[in-house]
Nanobody, 122 residues
Framework: LVRLVESGGGSVQAGGSLRLSCQLP??????LGWFRRAPGKERERVAV????????VYADSVKGRFTISRDAVDITLYLQMNNLEPDDTAMYYC?????????????????WGQGTQVTVSS
C-alpha cells in the first residue's frame, strides 16, 4: 500500500471550476484514477489514465468537462473540473493500480487516498 494525498477540493457555484491534485510516492503504477462517492450513492469511477501511453477513460457524466492528467516529474495526478454541476458534489478519491488490465475497474485499484470534498451549489 502507498500513501496518496488529495487536495484541491472546496465549494463552488454551478459553472465554476476546481482542480484536484493527488501526490503519489514514486512507484511503478500501471494506471491512476479518480473516483467519487456522492451522498447516498455508490462510489463511481470518474476518470482513469494509463501511465504508459497516457490513455484515458471518462465517465459519461463528466466527458467534455473533466480532464485527468499526470505530471511524471512531480509524481502528481490531477483532475481539472470545469463547468461543475450540483450532481458533481461528492467526496473525490485518487487511486493507483499496479495490474495491467485496461481500462481498470474499481476492484483493480490497489491503494486509495482519504478523499477531498467537492461541493457544488446551484
Amino acid at each position: 500500500l502507498v500513501r496518496l494525498v488529495e487536495s484541491g477540493g472546496g465549494s463552488v457555484q454551478a459553472g465554476g471550476s476546481l482542480r484536484l491534485s493527488c501526490q503519489l510516492p514514486r512507484d511503478f503504477y500501471s494506471s491512476l484514477g479518480w473516483f467519487r462517492r456522492a451522498p447516498g450513492k455508490e462510489r463511481e469511477r470518474v476518470a482513469v489514465i494509463s501511465t504508459a501511453g497516457a490513455q484515458t477513460v471518462y465517465a459519461d457524466s463528466v466527458k467534455g468537462r473533466f480532464t485527468i492528467s499526470r505530471d511524471a516529474v512531480d509524481i502528481t495526478l490531477y483532475l481539472q473540473m470545469n463547468n461543475l454541476e450540483p450532481d458533481d458534489t461528492a467526496m473525490y478519491y485518487c487511486a493507483v493500480a499496479y495490474g495491467e488490465k485496461w481500462p481498470p475497474g474499481m476492484a483493480d485499484f490497489d491503494s486509495w487516498g482519504q478523499g477531498t470534498q467537492v461541493t457544488v451549489s446551484s
